[in-house]
Structures are given as structure tokens and as C-alpha cells.
């Protein structure tokens, strides 16, 4: 952890509350762990400048929340089941997996051409019947199914798949390889219980808790381009993000 954000000793936050989630976020952020092990605690307690009281409070909060686990005698080690942040970026998956320092593969369910539903039609902004491309995936993380993702595009825009084995490779790139611009995300997520088929797929019980999360990209035009909906299994993932106000001092509102 280099140069780490300041903790704040006058802030109502408890200090080991403020060191549990720097070094979360630092995890998260793929630039704590060194083939799963945090530094030591002396390093920590360095590079933090609290006391080993608080430090050992902030870690044992980390495992308590399934990011870290303890070995004894030998360290402190980064969850496998870890809850992975949602990017504040459009990145793809596999970008996603690369930044995080894990290893991405599919289970392909679904890859073919079909006519465009009505809704799909409205969605993409061409006529209903028209031909749509469906990749439906299970989507894994060093082996472990974490989403299930279902996409689909205007089969116009799309490019040779004769070679592309969806097991490993990525829409995104195959997309932008073609030329296809994919600028901006509009996403919507919410949470729902499983189903039996989603359940199934994500090696999960009936009834646990999912992110739904609902995405259309588009062009930097505007112009709708690949819509998606991810189902994400609920404590395996987290979304950070940030909020300003447009309100400046001395302004009214």
C-alpha cells in the first residue's frame, strides 16, 4: 500500500472503522495483495500510523466481513469469496477480472442469431424482427461463478465469430476490434432472490439474494448499441461510487 489516503483522528469514524476500509478499498483496488497476503502488520502499522490495538481491530472486522482470512503464524490473506467492486468505469468483464488480478472464463449457454422481440427492438432501435445476436454466459472468476450474462446486439454490427471461442474471449474487444464504438453506459441495478434456473447456474440456493444489473451502451452518438442484463450473485459483489453537489457555498437551494 503506497503513500495510503491519511486517516482522520478527528473524524466521528472510529480510526479502526477508517483502516478496515482503506485497506478494503485497497484490496478491491488490486494494489494491496501479493499473491493473496497483505503485508505484515508492521508494514501496516507503518504505513498507517495507528496502533497495533487498532490495526488489529480493523483486520479482525475484514474477516468478520469475508474479505480477509487469518493463517496463523503466517499472515493475513485476501478471501477467496471476497466481495468484488463493480468498476465506476464501462470496462468489460474480462478487463474487470485483469484488474482485480483474477483469471475470467464463460460457460457459453447461448450464441446465436434471432429475430428481434418487441422490446428488444425498442431497446436497440430497429425494427421488430429484425436479426439480434444472443451471448447468454455463466460468467466465472478463477473458476468460481460469480454472474450470468445475457447480451445481445443488432446482428448488422456483427463481426466474424467463426474463430472466437466465448469460453475465454472477450464481446467488448471482439466489438471494438470491428470498430464498433462503445462509449457510455446507462445501468440500473437491483436486487431479487434467485430463481431455480439462475440458482442452478451460479451453484447457489433457491432464494439468495442477486444484483440484476441492466445496461444499455451506447455510441458516441447516442445511438443504442448492446444491451445486457448481468445477475450478479449478491454477496460476491459491491458498488462504490461517489456523489457531488452542484450547489456551491453562499448558493441557495
Known amino acids: 500500500m503506497s503513500k495510503p489516503a491519511m486517516l482522520d483522528a478527528d473524524s466521528p469514524e472510529p480510526l479502526w472503522r477508517q483502516a478496515a476500509d482503506l485497506i478494503r478499498h485497497q484490496i478491491e483496488a488490486g494494489k494491496l495483495a501479493d499473491n493473496g497476503r497483505i503485508p505484515a502488520e508492521r508494514d501496516l502499522l507503518a504505513q498507517l500510523s495507528i496502533s497495533r490495538v487498532t490495526l488489529r481491530r480493523a483486520l479482525q472486522t475484514l474477516v468478520e466481513e469475508g474479505v480477509l482470512t487469518a493463517s496463523h503464524g503466517r499472515g493475513w490473506y485476501v478471501s477467496a469469496d471476497a466481495p468484488k467492486e463493480f468498476p465506476n468505469t464501462l470496462e468489460s468483464f474480462s478487463e474487470t477480472a485483469a484488474r482485480l488480478g483474477l483469471v475470467p472464463s464463460s ?10 422481440t418487441l422490446d428488444e427492438a425498442e431497446e436497440l432501435g430497429i425494427a421488430p424482427g429484425a436479426q439480434v445476436f444472443h451471448l447468454d454466459r455463466i460468467r466465472r472468476l478463477d473458476g468460481v461463478p460469480v454472474a450470468v450474462d445475457t447480451s445481445y446486439f443488432a446482428s448488422s454490427l ?8 466465448f469460453r475465454f474471449a472477450s464481446l467488448f474487444e471482439q466489438l471494438l476490434n470491428h470498430g464498433i464504438d462503445l462509449a457510455r453506459g446507462e445501468t440500473t441495478i437491483e436486487a431479487r432472490a434467485a430463481d431455480a434456473a439462475l440458482a442452478a447456474h451460479l451453484d447457489i440456493e433457491v432464494g439468495k439474494p442477486i444484483l440484476v444489473m441492466r445496461q444499455s451502451i451506447m455510441d458516441g452518438a447516442g445511438k443504442p448499441v448492446l444491451s445486457s442484463v448481468v445477475q450478479y450473485v449478491g454477496d460476491r459483489y459491491r458498488l462504490r461510487t461517489s456523489f457531488s453537489r452542484s450547489r456551491k457555498p453562499g448558493g441557495r437551494g
Open 107 to 116: 460457460d457459453v449457454i447461448r450464441a446465436e442469431d434471432a429475430p428481434a
Open 158 to 165: 456483427k463481426p466474424d465469430f467463426t474463430d472466437v471461442d
